[in-house]
Structures are given as structure tokens and as C-alpha cells.
């Protein structure tokens, strides 16, 4: 019986692949089929889902830090959304039972405030799965986001222990013992070497931090995301992630097939999940409010508000909880479900153009921006800078390195990472922070004098976006970037970029010309 659901995943995500969309639509959909099929999920499904949840926690704590979830823009604009949120669900709720729509006339005021609250959060799985494929983890927005959905998952631990009654044990207090015990979490991260004791041990540390945080009467899955942030700070940390990846993908499969097996609507039931579907504008336009208020440049509000506007699993969690409890009809466990497929939907579609939409509108949300943008939103350039390299992961630091040492502190380098900015910078290297997809950015940079300009970029993508906005903004100088597939190659040299290296081909060959050097 499993096969089906294999089979199902990979026709439905394929189909919508070649037409432009991310597979996870597919997926929902092959959810839905397999349940209007009448096919029984198994215990297997459920355990793969949670599995792929509880790895991508993890991974999500290995790219962050404690300090960005102290920050004030994230804290307050958590908190200020899901109040705001709330409170605004219950007037459309008393609204429509007030115009005569049943499903919301026979509301309570608490049932509204359930529903509010649960639709408040956004979907942790969406959203990282967006953010991966698009290389933005560790850009502002990317970090903003990520940082939103770590706080709404401790407010849903506090909901869990408030609303089950099940208060932690007194042993939980030992949980604190995990943070002096960081550096022999880091020793066996050492030891796991790069081959396949690597993956396991990232197993072992998500499943370990799960089962220890739910033996003491902890949400487990914040388990997982406690041990990711403990071991962030690790040099191994990205390595140990990428190793992760491709099963934290595959486990996730099992979560979109889920939702389809919640329950099959009725047209009513779909009717009312399109009503909230339509309120996700809202939803937005909330979270740019409060970004916009606290400081945050345009952008920035405007990619992590469009990120965040979703519904998520956890709210299916809620109306659950409530429905065992007897405070709200099963119907809305549905009408939610619909909500929440819908949502990812509309989420996937448009956050890939994302960037597109703000070139389009930039003047428009640059209304909104504050006057005095916070400290870290401005923007500094090196002096006399003459080559840029945009992208300083592995293969942009080793260019970056190379240029230095040949034609000296011309060459300037550009991450979107904060934190490897300021080590480098620690270091007394040349280089900034940056997101190569900035409009904002490219339009206060001066570009003058720089002849070269390398991007070492994870997606074409992102490659051919930034080259569009150079030569937009009037820049004439050379541009190279690097690509891992033949056909990604001549897709770049289209959209204008002067040479493309692909390092998996090319590489061989420059390590084959070092070598003869020894013996010539």
C-alpha cells in the first residue's frame, strides 16, 4: 500500500513541476485524491511526517542564534500580530453570523477567539521549504522569518501545556544542563567525521532532543529546534545540515500527504475555507504594518510579510484540541484544513516572484519606510573597491581568497549571512553584508570604479535576477557567476552574464593543470 502513496507524490508533484510549481502543490493534491480514493493511511504516514517536521526544526535551529530572537522586531511583532489577528477574526466571525451565514452564527466568542488564534500562526514546513529553494535562509527577511516562527512555537507550547493541563515535570528544570553540556555535543559532531556517521549523528541529536524534551512533559519538537540552535555556533553546523537535507525532504512528503487525509469537504466547507483563504491579504498587510513600524526597511517588511502569510499545521492542532474538548463542530477541523492547503498554495505561487512584485511596486512600499532604518539595515561600502564577489560561501571565499592574494584590498565581498560577515570582518577582511537581490542595495551602492564583479550565488536563478538589476541600474563592467549544470550555463550567458564557470566540469580541470605543474 505504501507504493501508492510514492506513486501518487511523484505523478502529482512531476505534473506540477512542468508547469512551473513547486511539488509541494502536487503532493497536497495527491493527499486529497488518495483520500476522495477511499485509500487508508497507515501509521507509517504519520511517522514519516513527524519525522520530517522533527529534522526540519533542527535544521532550522542550526541557522539561527539566541540573539535574533531577542531582538525587538521580532519579539513585538510576533506578539503584536497575533493579537492583532485574533482579535480581527472574531469581529469577521461575529460579522457573518451576523449577515446569516450559519457556520459562523452559531459561534462563541472563545470559539472565535480558538479560531483566530490558530489561524494566526504561519506554517513552519512552508515557509523553510521556500526559503530553501530560493537560498535565503540566512538573508534579513530570511532570518526575520525564521525568528517569527520560533517564537509563535513557543507560544504553542505554552497554548499545549495550558489547554492538554499537562504541566511539565519537575525534571524538565534539568533541560538547562544542555547548555554547559554544548561543548561534548560539539566534541561528537567532531568525531562523526564527513561520511555517513554524519547524517546519523544529525538523527541522533534531532530524535535524542525530541525524546529527552518529551520524556519531561515538553513539546518534543521544540526539543529538536533547542538541540539545532546549540550546536549553531559549530563549524560543522552547515556541513551537518546539507548532510540532512535530502531526508528531511523525503520525510516531508509524508506531512503534505497528511493534510489530504484529514477529511473531504462539502461545498459549504469549501465555500467558508475560500472566505479565509481571502483574508491572508490581511494577514500580510498586518505583518508589514508591524515590520514597517519597528523600523524595518520595505523589503525587508515586504518578502518576510509575504513569506509569513500563510496558515499553518499547528492550527489544525488547535481547532483538534478544541473539537476533542467539545468547544467547536468537527466541520471547522475540514474547513481549516482546506484553509491551510490553500494557503500553501498561494504562498508557494507568489513567494517565487516575490522579488519581482517588489521592483514592480518598490516605490509604493517605500512609503512605508521609516525615516531612520535600524543600525544594521544601512548600508556601508568598502572604499576603492574595483573587483565584488557577491556570495561567499565555499565557493565564493575560495574566489574571494584567491583575488585578494593576487590583486590585494581592490577585491570587496558580499554575503547576505550577518554572522559570517562580522567573523570575516573580525578577521580584517574586506567585505559587507548584502543581499544580491536587493534593489535597494544596488541602487545606493557606487559602482564606478568596479571593473569585475563574480557571482557565487546557490541558484541561477538568483544569478539572472541580479545581473537584470546591474545592467538596469547602468552598470557596464564584467560580470561571471558559477553554475552547477550544463543547461543552467547557457541559460546565464542569455540573461547577460559575460562568462559562467561551472565548478562540478571546470574544477577538474583546473586541478588537473595544478597537478602537472609538479612535474613540468
Same mark, same amino acid.
Not at 502543490?25 to 511517522?47: D, R, T, W, Y
Not at 549544470?485 to 559562467?500: C, P, S, T
Given at each position: 500500500?505504501?507504493?501508492?502513496?510514492?506513486?501518487?507524490?511523484f505523478?502529482?508533484?512531476?505534473?506540477?513541476?512542468?508547469?512551473?510549481?513547486?511539488?509541494l502543490?502536487?503532493?497536497?493534491?495527491?493527499?486529497?485524491?488518495?483520500?476522495?480514493?477511499?485509500?487508508?493511511?497507515?501509521?507509517i504516514?504519520?511517522?514519516?511526517?513527524?519525522?520530517?517536521?522533527?529534522?526540519?526544526?533542527?535544521?532550522?535551529?542550526?541557522?539561527?542564534?539566541?540573539?535574533?530572537?531577542?531582538?525587538?522586531?521580532?519579539?513585538?511583532?510576533?506578539?503584536?500580530?497575533?493579537?492583532?489577528?485574533?482579535?480581527?477574526?472574531?469581529?469577521?466571525?461575529?460579522?457573518?453570523?451576523?449577515?446569516?451565514?450559519?457556520?459562523?452564527?452559531i459561534?462563541?466568542?472563545?470559539?472565535?477567539?480558538?479560531?483566530?488564534?490558530?489561524l494566526?500562526?504561519?506554517?513552519?514546513?512552508?515557509?523553510?521549504?521556500?526559503?530553501?529553494?530560493?537560498?535565503?535562509?540566512k538573508?534579513?527577511?530570511?532570518?526575520?522569518? +525564521? $525568528?517569527?516562527?520560533?517564537?509563535?512555537?513557543?507560544?504553542? /507550547? &505554552?497554548?499545549? =501545556? @495550558?489547554?492538554?493541563?499537562?504541566?511539565? %515535570?519537575?525534571?524538565?528544570?534539568?533541560?538547562?544542563?544542555?547548555?554547559?553540556?554544548?561543548?561534548?555535543?560539539?566534541?561528537?559532531?567532531?568525531?562523526?567525521?564527513?561520511?555517513?556517521?554524519?547524517?546519523?549523528?544529525?538523527?541522533?541529536?534531532?530524535?535524542?532532543?525530541?525524546e529527552?524534551?518529551?520524556l519531561?512533559?515538553?513539546?518534543?519538537?521544540?526539543?529538536?529546534?533547542?538541540?539545532?540552535?546549540?550546536?549553531?555556533?559549530?563549524?560543522?553546523?552547515?556541513e551537518?545540515?546539507?548532510?540532512?537535507?535530502?531526508?528531511?525532504?523525503?520525510?516531508?512528503?509524508?506531512?503534505?500527504?497528511?493534510?489530504?487525509?484529514?477529511?473531504l469537504?462539502?461545498?459549504?466547507? +469549501? $465555500?467558508?475555507?475560500?472566505?479565509?483563504?481571502?483574508?491572508? /491579504? &490581511?494577514?500580510? =498587510? @498586518?505583518?508589514?504594518?508591524?515590520?514597517? %513600524?519597528?523600523?524595518?526597511?520595505?523589503?525587508?517588511?515586504?518578502?518576510?510579510?509575504?513569506?509569513?502569510?500563510?496558515?499553518s499545521?499547528?492550527?489544525?492542532?488547535?481547532?483538534?484540541?478544541?473539537?476533542?474538548?467539545?468547544?467547536?463542530s468537527?466541520?471547522?477541523?475540514?474547513?481549516?484544513?482546506?484553509?491551510?492547503?490553500?494557503?500553501?498554495?498561494?504562498?508557494?505561487?507568489?513567494?517565487?516572484?516575490?522579488?519581482?512584485?517588489?521592483?514592480?511596486?518598490?516605490?509604493?512600499?517605500?512609503?512605508?519606510?521609516?525615516?531612520?532604518?535600524?543600525?544594521?539595515?544601512?548600508?556601508?561600502?568598502?572604499?576603492?573597491?574595483?573587483?565584488?564577489?557577491?556570495?561567499?560561501?565555499?565557493?565564493?571565499?575560495?574566489?574571494?581568497?584567491?583575488?585578494?592574494?593576487?590583486?590585494?584590498?581592490?577585491?570587496?565581498?558580499?554575503?547576505?549571512?550577518?554572522?559570517?560577515?562580522?567573523?570575516?570582518?573580525?578577521?580584517?577582511?574586506n567585505?559587507?553584508?548584502?543581499?544580491?537581490?536587493?534593489?535597494?542595495?544596488?541602487?545606493?551602492?557606487?559602482?564606478?570604479?568596479?571593473?569585475?564583479?563574480?557571482l557565487a550565488?546557490?541558484?541561477a536563478?538568483?544569478?539572472?535576477?541580479?545581473?537584470?538589476?546591474?545592467?538596469?541600474?547602468?552598470?557596464?563592467?564584467?560580470?561571471?557567476?558559477?553554475?552547477?549544470?550544463?543547461?543552467?550555463?547557457?541559460?546565464?550567458?542569455?540573461?547577460?552574464?559575460?562568462?559562467?564557470?561551472?565548478?562540478?566540469?571546470?574544477?577538474?580541470?583546473?586541478?588537473?593543470?595544478?597537478?602537472?605543474?609538479?612535474?613540468?
Amino acid at each position: 500500500m505504501e507504493f501508492i502513496w510514492i506513486l501518487f507524490a511523484f505523478i502529482c508533484g512531476l505534473a506540477v513541476k512542468l508547469v512551473n510549481l513547486p511539488p509541494l502543490i502536487g503532493f497536497l493534491a495527491a493527499g486529497f485524491i488518495l483520500n476522495f480514493m477511499q485509500v487508508q493511511p497507515s501509521s507509517i504516514l504519520e511517522h514519516l511526517s513527524n519525522l520530517g517536521i522533527t529534522l526540519m526544526l533542527f535544521c532550522i535551529g542550526l541557522k539561527l542564534h539566541v540573539q535574533d530572537l531577542l531582538k525587538r522586531e521580532v519579539w513585538a511583532s510576533t506578539i503584536g500580530h497575533m493579537g492583532a489577528w485574533t482579535i480581527l477574526i472574531i469581529g469577521v466571525a461575529s460579522l457573518l453570523g451576523i449577515v446569516g451565514l450559519h457556520a459562523f452564527e452559531i459561534l462563541s466568542l472563545r470559539t472565535a477567539a480558538l479560531i483566530g488564534f490558530a489561524l494566526s500562526f504561519s506554517s513552519t514546513v512552508c515557509i523553510v521549504k521556500l526559503l530553501e529553494e530560493a537560498g535565503e535562509m540566512k538573508t534579513r527577511h530570511g532570518q526575520l522569518a +525564521l $525568528g517569527i516562527l520560533v517564537m509563535q512555537d513557543i507560544v504553542a /507550547v &505554552v497554548f499545549l =501545556v @495550558l489547554a492538554t493541563g499537562k504541566v511539565p %515535570s519537575i525534571w524538565a528544570v534539568l533541560l538547562f544542563a544542555l547548555i554547559p553540556l554544548r561543548p561534548v555535543l560539539g566534541k561528537l559532531l567532531n568525531k562523526s567525521g564527513h561520511g555517513e556517521m554524519l547524517p546519523l549523528t544529525g538523527l541522533f541529536f534531532a530524535l535524542g532532543g525530541y525524546e529527552l524534551f518529551y520524556l519531561v512533559g515538553v513539546k518534543g519538537d521544540l526539543g529538536a529546534l533547542i538541540m539545532g540552535i546549540l550546536l549553531a555556533s559549530h563549524t560543522k553546523a552547515s556541513e551537518l545540515n546539507k548532510s540532512l537535507m535530502n531526508f528531511k525532504d523525503l520525510f516531508l512528503i509524508g506531512f503534505f500527504l497528511s493534510i489530504g487525509f484529514s477529511a473531504l469537504p462539502t461545498w459549504s466547507m +469549501l $465555500g467558508l475555507s475560500l472566505i479565509l483563504t481571502a483574508l491572508l /491579504v &490581511v494577514k500580510f =498587510v @498586518l505583518f508589514f504594518y508591524f515590520f514597517t %513600524s519597528l523600523r524595518l526597511r520595505g523589503r525587508t517588511s515586504f518578502l518576510g510579510a509575504l513569506a509569513l502569510s500563510n496558515y499553518s499545521e499547528f492550527g489544525l492542532i488547535v481547532v483538534a484540541l478544541s473539537v476533542q474538548a467539545g468547544w467547536i463542530s468537527n466541520d471547522w477541523l475540514v474547513i481549516l484544513a482546506l484553509a491551510v492547503s490553500f494557503s500553501f498554495v498561494i504562498t508557494s505561487v507568489f513567494y517565487r516572484k516575490a522579488h519581482s512584485y517588489f521592483r514592480r511596486y518598490k516605490d509604493i512600499v517605500r512609503r512605508y519606510e521609516n525615516t531612520v532604518p535600524l543600525p544594521e539595515d544601512c548600508f556601508e561600502q568598502p572604499k576603492n573597491m574595483e573587483v565584488l564577489v557577491v556570495g561567499l560561501g565555499r565557493v565564493g571565499r575560495g574566489a574571494f581568497d584567491s583575488l585578494t592574494s593576487m590583486v590585494g584590498n581592490v577585491v570587496a565581498g558580499m554575503d547576505a549571512d550577518q554572522f559570517r560577515i562580522k567573523q570575516m570582518q573580525n578577521d580584517q577582511h574586506n567585505v559587507f553584508f548584502g543581499d544580491g537581490e536587493d534593489v535597494d542595495l544596488w541602487e545606493h551602492l557606487d559602482l564606478s570604479n568596479v571593473k569585475l564583479i563574480l557571482l557565487a550565488l546557490p541558484s541561477a536563478d538568483d544569478s539572472v535576477n541580479v545581473v537584470k538589476q546591474l545592467r538596469s541600474g547602468g552598470f557596464h563592467g564584467q560580470v561571471a557567476a558559477i553554475a552547477r549544470y550544463h543547461d543552467e550555463r547557457d541559460y546565464m550567458l542569455k540573461a547577460g552574464i559575460d562568462n559562467v564557470f561551472n565548478f562540478y566540469t571546470e574544477a577538474g580541470t583546473g586541478f588537473a593543470e595544478e597537478s602537472l605543474s609538479l612535474i613540468r
